[in-house]
């Protein structure tokens, strides 16, 4: 398992950070109801190498997770693997499929992944094993932006309705940095559930931290800071949804879930989280909130 990263910004200043928050959520709220959404990745889309080594590492996090959670039973091969918020692109789901996984689908909101060219796709493929058969991924490629999916298939809802797909379909539910995104998190959970077949299992990394590039780094808690009522006006569809990780295990195990384990990824300094603490809004303050977690990985299964 990755090392816990410890986070310590280096200044704190409770007042001014509120306000600025307060202020780039109301600007981010503007610059959405103008531009849309975009990719929360934190670089641009055309850094091509960038972008691949980002989709390796996203599959190595998960099969770091599934290793040390499931032990031997950890793998790919023959798994039907489906990811929420795929993002960017489908290099993950190449990745996947390169290492033995039967089928992938990816369930997105924003069709997001049009967006990556065949320079990104070329990049990708030489990265992989020199026993990867190359051609027939180009093929499940093809098929998959033809709107014809073999193995390889990449679905868009407005409305993020996963019943669309088949009850029992999949043995593996993956996700990088997209939970926290979720507006309906219980209708997700539940209907994800269904889907699942009986043994399979789920591994999804959240990101708990504040997500505007400049603010994440000086106040990693900003989102925190302000009240339901101010918060709630400033949010559109993909906004951090500031559940905690208590919420999501209680939302796991209601749903049919079990052997819920959370790793941590990164967490606050403990002189950081004295001085912040106090300053959060109420609802944030209990220790059940477990706020010192920034990021963090969930595994759980559902009962054979």
Known sequence: MRPVKIVNP??????????TGGAILVANKIRHAIMGYRTPRPFDAGQIARAVDYDFSVVGGWLDCLGQYCGDAAGLSGRRVLELGPGADLGVGLI??????AKYTAFDVHNLAESAGEEFYDALFEKLSPQTDIEALRRELALAHNGSPNTLRYQCSSDFDLS???EGSIDLIVSQAAFEHFDDLERTIDQMTKLASPGAVLVCEIDLATHTRWIRDRDPLNIYRHSDAFYDRMKFRGSPNRVRPEEYRKMLADAGWSD?????LAVLDENYMSRVSPTLAKKFRSKTNEMECLSIALCARINT
């Open 260 to 264: 819920i384990q959370q790793y941590p």
């Open 96 to 101: 996947l499929l390169s290492m033995g996984a």
């Open 164 to 166: 669309v797909l088949d």
């Open 10 to 19: 280096a200044k704190v200043s409770n007042g001014f950070n509120k306000l």
